[in-house]
Nanobody
């Protein structure tokens, strides 16, 4: 069955960096678009970044452009989110998402807290 397991979250000071990982299993990882979303308290879940399967082309939410980088390692079935220059408004639970055969799959999420 499909499994997505995020890791790498934590508490970081403003301006700091974190690298999130999402380990995937149960499907042919290399052939699917993967995405990172986040949900802050009291807010709707929002797309942060996505990466295509073949070319690895990426797209980003405007607020994270130039600070975050999404990447994937198809040999390790893992998608990453490198987050630099973190701001308090980046505080949220971060999720990776897969859309497979018309169904959405989500990981359990990893908490990122940016605070001094």
């Amino acid at each position: 069955q499909v499994q997505l397991v995020e890791s790498g979250g934590g508490l970081v000071q403003p301006g700091g960096s974190l690298r999130l990982s999402c380990a995937a299993s149960g499907f042919t990882f290399s052939t699917y678009v993967m995405s990172w979303y986040r949900q802050a308290p009291g807010k709707e879940r929002e797309l942060v970044a996505g990466i295509t399967s073949a070319s690895g082309s990426a797209n980003y939410q405007d607020s994270v452009k130039g600070r975050f980088t999404i990447s994937r390692d198809n040999a390790k079935n893992t998608v990453y989110l490198q987050m630099n220059g973190l701001k308090p408004e980046d505080t949220a639970v971060y999720y990776c998402k897969l859309r497979l055969r018309g169904r959405e799959y989500w990981g359990q999420g990893t908490q990122v807290t940016v605070s001094s």
